[in-house]
């Protein structure tokens, strides 16, 4: 069955970039996915990559996503204070929008160290 | 209300009894989830909706059953609350079909059972 894993801790210094990594084992994923969450609230989409694509830049994130090893990272440029959070990596597959078509990963805690 | 509540907050709940998490969401979306959260092992899909009056079984389904009454709500009932089921609980909601699938949380349900 499907598979998303993530490494659960990362930790990096105000400025520095964070690099932030996931493996999947189902390569019929459509689209792939970075959800933030923030402490005591809920999960909330920060960007998305289509499996076609190897790279979305936007702002300060940069997601990676390299289909022939099934690795996708998510890179946070001038890592601030309230970057600090968990990051999910997550896929889904067709049809869309359909529950049992997502699947999330562990997540990562990322923490920023001042 | 604007996008997705729950309800309660949290719950300390003796071990045996019944209890029924709300989740309300108030953007039409067909599709809702009830996930629960625990440490090292992100979020597994309980049940799922995918439109009202139909309901799916998720990775973890047992001991939970849920209602899809209309497209609002989807309670999430505990017939009989053990200790294993102590979690923080987040329901979601998305559109079906379409391009990407943005998943909506509401802040979420800490629940302990003693």
Known sequence: GEDVEQSLFLSVREGDSSVINCTYTDSSSTYLYWYKQEPGAGLQLLTYIFSNMDMKQDQRLTVLLNKKDKHLSLRIADTQTGDSAIYFCAESFPPEGYGQNFVFGPGTRLSVLP | ?114
């Open chain 2, 1 to 114: 209300i604007a996008g997705i509540t729950q309800a309660p907050t949290s719950q300390i709940l003796a071990a045996g009894r019944r209890m029924t998490l709300r989740c309300t969401q108030d953007m039409r979306h067909n599709a809702m989830y009830w996930y629960r959260q625990d440490l090292g092992l992100g979020l597994r899909l309980i049940h799922y909706s995918n439109t009202a009056g139909t309901t799916g079984k998720g990775e973890v389904p047992d001991g939970y059953s849920v209602s899809r009454a209309n497209t609002d709500d989807f309670p999430l009932t505990l017939a009989s609350a053990v200790p294993s089921q102590t979690s923080v609980y987040f329901c979601a909601s998305s559109e079906l079909g379409g391009d990407y699938n943005e998943q909506f949380f509401g802040p979420g349900t800490r629940l302990t059972v003693l």
